[in-house]
């Protein structure tokens, strides 16, 4: 069984220090085999924010624990127009990682990170046909046996958030046909501040049979309709357990676990009589 730990959006500069040094704890008694962070590191990709993050990031390796991370829109700089347009992630690659599409092998899960953040755009990201040919080439390359995990920060599909609907990746029709073609079991991302958990058909009708795993905002004071939570991931064959953990105000707790089972071409909630992708009765 591989375990772990999914974080997003940490926005240092905007952060809590008592929330990050909770989640420290917290990926401590968890123990995961790796922790993924799905982007947006910093709030306005300073450099005083990054060293903040890499003192983080520096602190959980120290513990033994592995990283595999992607940056977000927040990681390019918004009003240093100059470095926005030259060398949008320089500062990224320094702190943070000198791979923008890191991938990871784990006992049971092939883990592959996508970068989604732009230049051209303030907020949205975008894949691109290089991006997908990576995918199905490094996907194609390993276990077929092993749950294949795609994190991106942005999500790849419109997702409803309250009364609002969320705009998916620029050029989502690629990335749609690149995770049906690589036989992608799961996607990891964050950017709405959201924890949700959906079946990828039932977003989009042509997707492949993925389940699409939502982060919220693990240590930014900018919370939205959520509490600051993270997920902690189980996968166990063709079953995963998804559990957010949310902040209480003094940890991080569980306060949803469910496990989710495939069959065939469609993810069903253990236990229950109906898909992920069916309407509740």
Not at 133 to 151: A, G
Not at 223 to 238: A, C, H, L, M, T
Request: charged share 25%; net charge negative.
């Amino acid at each position: 069984m591989a375990r772990l730990v999914h974080l997003s959006d940490l926005h240092f500069g905007a952060h809590d220090p008592v929330l990050v040094e909770a989640v420290e704890r917290k990926i401590d008694e968890i123990a995961p085999e790796l922790v993924v962070i799905s982007g947006d590191f910093t709030q306005r990709a300073r450099t005083e924010q990054f060293q903040e993050a890499c003192r983080f990031l520096e602190r959980l390796r120290d513990a033994g624990h592995e990283v595999l991370a992607v940056p977000g829109n927040h990681d390019v700089p918004l009003y240093d127009v100059l470095r926005r347009f030259l060398s949008p992630l320089t500062r990224y690659m320094r702190y943070i990682d000198d791979t923008l599409c890191p991938m990871q092998e784990i006992p049971g899960a092939t883990v592959l990170g996508i970068n989604t953040a732009r230049s051209l755009t303030f907020k949205d990201g975008r894949i691109n046909e290089d991006q997908v040919r990576f995918i199905q080439e490094t996907f194609e390359r390993s276990d077929p046996n092993s749950t294949r995990i795609l994190v991106t920060h942005h999500p790849l599909f419109a997702l409803q958030i309250g009364e609002s609907v969320t705009r998916a990746v620029g050029r989502s029709e690629l990335a749609l046909d690149a995770i049906g073609d690589a036989g992608v079991d799961m996607l990891l991302a964050g950017h709405n501040h959201d924890a949700s958990v959906h079946s990828a058909r039932d977003l989009v009708t042509r997707a492949g049979p993925a389940l699409v795993v939502q982060a919220g905002t693990a240590t930014s004071t900018r919370v939205r309709e959520q509490s600051q939570s993270f997920n902690r991931i189980e996968v166990d064959g063709p079953a995963i357990t998804v559990t957010v953990e949310s902040w209480n105000g003094s940890d991080f707790a569980a306060q949803d676990a469910q496990r989710y089972e495939r069959e065939d071409d469609h993810w069903r909630i253990a236990g229950a009589d109906k898909r992920l992708d069916e309407p509740a009765h």
